[in-house]
């Protein structure tokens, strides 16, 4: 029998041997872990506050900033001014939050929170960003920085869209 190999083709994109089985396994098992403690956490608010974890978050942002902007709360919670928008009107037809008119420029729309919307974020349960921005800021940043390198290897090879970097975890 021959132990004869065949010939690497020119120009073929070369990719590292697989892990063994049982890293891929352990990772895997680690992010489920992790997405069961994000959507825990995401049951629990909607259960406790009866209101969706965006939308917590977004109303606790404003509770600590109160006549931010719509575009300063999408910078807040790093998204789209358009998802920031309709979290904004869910609080608002709820209620929750009222839009008021700038002082100084009547086009500016402000946002304060309601009463209705500080007795919901007295009985959710924090951390009101979630549980998985909260752990990431408590991490170390050279932790944090080999975390986003590896976390951008792994979004390469899933050839992921980009632009669900800006979605909120409650929403997926």
Same mark, same amino acid.
Not at 16 to 26: M, N
Not at 119 to 138: H, K, Q, T
């Given at each position: 029998m021959s132990s004869h190999k065949p010939a690497k083709r020119v120009g073929a994109r070369?990719?590292?041997?697989?892990?063994?089985?049982?890293?891929?396994?352990?990772?895997?098992?680690?992010?489920?872990?992790?997405?069961?403690a994000v959507k825990s956490h995401f049951r629990a608010i909607e259960r406790k506050a009866e209101i969706g974890g965006a939308q917590l978050w977004a109303l606790s942002v404003i509770a600590s900033s109160p006549g931010l902007t719509v575009s300063d709360l999408a910078r807040a919670m790093d998204i789209r001014q358009s998802t920031a928008s309709n979290l904004v009107k869910g609080l608002i037809q709820r209620e929750l939050v009222a839009p008021v008119r700038?002082?100084?420029?009547?086009?500016?729309?402000?946002?304060?929170?309601?009463?209705? /919307? #500080?007795? !919901?974020?007295?009985?959710?349960?924090? @951390?009101?960003?979630?549980?998985? +921005?909260? *752990?990431?800021?408590?991490?170390?940043?050279?932790?944090?920085?080999?975390?986003?390198?590896?976390? /951008? #290897?792994? !979004?390469?090879?899933?050839?992921?869209? @980009?632009?669900?970097?800006?979605? +909120?975890? *409650?929403?997926?």
């Open positions: 070369t990719r590292p041997a697989a892990p063994p089985p049982d890293a891929t396994h352990s990772v895997l098992r680690r992010f489920r872990v992790v997405f069961n700038g002082e100084q420029d009547r086009r500016t729309t402000l946002l304060t929170i309601q009463p209705a /919307g #500080r007795s !919901i974020l007295r009985r959710a349960p924090g @951390p009101f960003s979630g549980v998985l +921005p909260d *752990a990431l800021s408590r991490l170390d940043p050279q932790v944090l920085a080999r975390l986003d390198a590896d976390l /951008g #290897r792994l !979004i390469a090879e899933l050839e992921a869209d @980009p632009k669900a970097e800006q979605t +909120p975890l *409650a929403d997926l």
